[in-house]
């Protein structure tokens, strides 16, 4: 059974940088694309940031791009999200998420996701 457990969410000021941690078990990462989501209160879980499997490619949401930078470490079962400059609208819970299917079409897409954590609070004050 495949679990991601994310780590690393917390309180942090305006300005400020967390990382975010996914840890993966029941299954090797190293051939599949890895996620990251987020959902704000009373709003739709969108994309943050993708990783290819071998990680060569990125892919991030306009609202993150030059601030945060998604990385994996194969050999570790662990995908990571670092989170710099942050701003209050950055505030909501995160996911990780990883699809069934070696290949998928769209990394933005939440439908091409199949096993999602249980997500970790990042809330940013001004």
């Known amino acids: 059974q495949v679990q991601l457990v994310e780590s690393g969410g917390g309180l942090v000021q305006a300005g400020g940088s967390l990382t975010l941690s996914c840890s993966t078990s029941?299954?090797?990462?190293?051939?599949?694309?890895m996620a990251w989501f987020r959902q704000a209160p009373g709003e739709e879980r969108e994309f943050v940031a993708a990783i290819t499997r071998s990680g060569g490619s990125t892919y991030y949401a306009g609202s993150v791009e030059g601030r945060f930078t998604i990385s994996r470490d194969n050999s570790e079962n662990t995908v990571f999200l670092q989170m710099k400059s942050l701003k209050p609208e950055d505030t909501a819970v995160y996911y990780c998420?990883?699809?069934?299917?070696?290949?998928?079409?769209?990394?933005?897409?939440?439908?091409?996701?199949?096993?999602w954590g249980q997500g970790t609070q990042v809330t940013v004050s001004s």
């Open positions: 029941g299954r090797s990462i190293s051939l599949y694309a």
């Open positions: 998420a990883t699809p069934s299917r070696y290949y998928i079409a769209a990394y933005y897409d939440t439908n091409q996701y199949d096993f």
